[in-house]
């Protein structure tokens, strides 16, 4: 219950940050998210899981968001195995970015994005290897007024260059970064055909020719491994994550204004058919069975900044039909890294 309490809490955070941008009836929809719950659960209370209820929708509501990182992981997860299986492709995963921007460079610098990389997927030797891609747009706020020991970590080169070190001013310091994580689908021989196959140092330079800038450093590229938790976690996880853009009204505003209305994900390719194909049921035989017992309803609601168990009684024969023995679906499923 832990991790639905904590999204509740910042749901109300976020309730009141976005009342002036949105209607009245989405509003009260937003502060209501959530508020009753029916959860399912097995003999010995260990395994539990949300059956039923009230949700926004909302792309900013940290529940919402929360939820539809569990279904886009379940569909991906299906995806890639249908793929793998069906295709016999296997997968690259590429993360772009470009230096730190200001607040009100944001927005313009998403569409920069955008264009540029459909410059790079036009590119014939990019065009030529990719069977498909699903593309995600997330974008980070750096808080720390001074450099820690993990970012230190994480980012020696760049500091040492600039003769930073631990505890000064971080000069990126108020600052958002957008990027794209893109999981591309290829032949196998793509790893093996040296006319093929494109090296980090060459992504590294379509990267800056179709952004126009120089400033680039790094690209990230590797391939896909039997174990994907990772790749598809980065791919399926939070645009942005609600301990950036709720901790405080202006940052927020700034993360609304720049991603309001845009697509965060795209389907391409093989991901685009395959999409289809989940959605219509016509991929569940790549899906698992849940195989917990379900016996009990536990009923909770909202209130005193924590979730109340109003009523605890054993499921009815059509319930248990309908919770047990059932393909998994994005409640069952786990994110990583949230």
Known sequence: MNKYIEKKQKNQVLSKFIQKFVSEASWELIEDCNTFMMMVANESMEKKKQHKGNTCKNRFCPICAWKKSR???????????????????????????TPNVAADQ????????????????????VSKITKGYVRKLEV?????????????????????????????????????????????????????????????????????QVTDNPNITQ??????RENKNKEVSEIVKYTAKDSDYLIDESVFEVFYKALKGKRIIVHSGLFKESMKLFKNGELDKYKE????????????????????????RLLTVEERKEVNQQLIDEKDVECYGY
């Not at 450099?147 to 930073?164: D, F």
């Not at 536990?298 to 109003?310: K, P, T």
């Open 71 to 97: 279904k886009d992981a379940l569909a991906l997860g299906v995806q890639m195995e249908f793929i793998k299986q069906e295709h016999q492709k296997d997968f690259i995963f590429l993360t772009l970015t």
């Open 219 to 224: 690209v990230d590229v590797r391939k896909v």
């Open 106 to 125: 944001l927005e313009n610098e998403i569409k920069t994005y955008n264009h540029a990389f459909q410059k790079l997927m036009q590119r014939k030797e």
């Open 140 to 208: 980070t706020y750096d808080k720390e007024r001074f450099i820690t020991k993990n970012m230190y970590r994480h980012r020696k080169s760049y500091y040492e260059l600039r003769g930073l070190n631990i505890g000064d001013n971080n000069p990126n310091y108020n600052t958002y970064n957008p990027h794209f994580h893109v999981l591309i689908t290829v032949n196998k021989s793509y790893f093996t055909q040296t006319k093929e196959y494109i090296k980090h140092e060459r992504w590294l330079e379509l990267w800056k």
């Open 289 to 312: 069975i849940d195989t917990t017992e379900y016996v009990y309803a536990l009923m909770y609601s909202w209130g005193n900044a924590d979730y109340v168990e109003q009523e605890k």
